[in-house]
């Protein structure tokens, strides 16, 4: 009795410290697309109504600058719609899941009208705008190029008009020299793709740009000098191969083909997916850690879109995020009374947050939930569970070498 009694305490010890993980991926994306709802509710449920701006519950940084707090809906709004925009993309269904899913997409779509709106108490920070616009404005074309058929095309010809002319007046603000050369990109990007005349100057600088500052082995610098950070997942790799798909299905000319970006972006993903610990925790380094689960974007861009680089499974990336997930998100105080995210990184930290982030800068944190773009039966929820490469490492399994690899040609 007592041996049983220490085996069962040693099971119990390992399950908790993330050693064993579900063997159902059902049950991992019931976890992810729970979330998921309980995250984008607040915000598309308001804003559907026009009662957004009324009803966020707002908290900036500690150190905010100073700049229009009205760009916080903004930044909600687009960046969780780069993330769920796939999964609003699946058909209809009698599911649970597939309930919360036609809920979300019908508050999105009356969202993106009142976005544009000038009669709406929602109409976005368009006019006059702050610089930051440029950036969510970017994410907010993103969400287009990713589920068009769920997004763009759902809309009324109005509302694409005002988009498209949304946009364009943005071509006013200058890009600080660095990432945000793609966000003038994207908007330009996404222009050319539903045929609307683009800025090639800007499509070619910011391409350009972006490949001088690749320095090797997965990694582009944000800008003239490297910055250790998760910026090359936030924004670097997804928006440059999303601007260069674009590129190439005009014919217009890039520096590189998004082959050999895709080829960078999983060296990154490689590095990244072993950053993950065998307890389901990951290094809170670098700018803008209060995104929390965005610096996974470039995993879960791969696993929709690309699929996963050699020697890492679905099984394992699947399992890994949502430990990291649940680790996350079971700490109390990652959102606030009104059922908004709240500042921090695990829990209520205010004092991570930098001088430009609100509130509404965390819906970054939806950018990981692009895999629930993928139907249920896909091989991503269904393969079997299993270690990632750090559980392998530190419970003396075998895992693969890994090294630089040159990826300049």
Known sequence: MKTNRVFALLIALFVTAGWCTAKDGADDRKVWADLCYKIARPVLENMSKGELQKNMQLELSPTWDGRDKRVAYMEAFGRLMAGISPWLALPDDDTEEGKMRKQLREWALQSYKNAVDPQSPDYLLWKNCPTQTLVDAAYLAESFLRAPEATWQKLDKTTQQRYVECFKGLRVIRPAYNNWVLFRAMTEAFLMSIGEAADQYVLTVATNKINEWYLGDGYYADGPEMALDYYNSFVIHPMFIEVLEVLEANRFWAPVGSKLAIKRMQRYNTVLERLISPEGTYPAFGRSVTYRMGAFQTLAMAAWKYGLPKNISNGQVRSALTKVMQNMF???????????????????????????????????????????????????????????TSQKAWSGKTFPIDGHESLMK
């Open 330 to 388: 079971a700490v109390e105080g990652n959102f606030n009374e009104k059922g908004y995210l709240a500042l921090g990184f695990a829990g209520h930290q205010p004092n991570l947050a930098n001088y430009y982030t609100n509130n509404g800068s965390l819906y970054m944190t939806a950018l990981v939930y692009m895999p629930l773009g993928l139907p249920a039966d896909h091989p991503f929820w269904t393969d079997p569970a299993e270690p990632w």
